[in-house]
Nanobody, 118 residues
Framework: QVQLVESGGGLVQPGGSLRLSCARSGFTRSPYAMSWYRQAPGMERELVAAITITDGSTNYADSVKGRFTISRDNAKRTVYLQMNSLKPEDTAVYYC???????????WGQGTQVTVSS
């Protein structure tokens, strides 16, 4: 059974940092890519950052470039999102996503809340 388990969310003051983790299990093959999305209340879910599992190439939303870093540890089957210089507008539920290599199926984690507030 495929599972994506996120952790690391919480409450942080503006300018602070958080690191999210997403551990995957149950995949018969490594996914093609893994991504972080976020969804704020009343807003559509948006792509934050993505990384390909094989070569580690990355892609970021303009709103987080220079502040967020996505990385992977293939031995631990885990993807991370290091979030620095957090702003109130980064407040959202953050979801981990995996895109499978052959069938291009999407799998989602349960989400983790990130709140940036003083």
């Amino acid at each position: 059974q495929v599972q994506l388990v996120e952790s690391g969310g919480g409450l942080v003051q503006p300018g602070g940092s958080l690191r999210l983790s997403c551990a995957r299990s149950g995949f018969t093959r490594s996914p093609y890519a893994m991504s972080w999305y976020r969804q704020a209340p009343g807003m559509e879910r948006e792509l934050v950052a993505a990384i390909t599992i094989t070569d580690g190439s990355t892609n970021y939303a303009d709103s987080v470039k220079g502040r967020f870093t996505i990385s992977r540890d293939n031995a631990k089957r885990t993807v991370y999102l290091q979030m620095n210089s957090l702003k109130p507008e980064d407040t959202a539920v953050y979801y981990c996503n995996a895109l499978t290599r052959l069938t291009r199926e999407n799998y989602w984690g349960q989400g983790t809340q990130v709140t940036v507030s003083s």
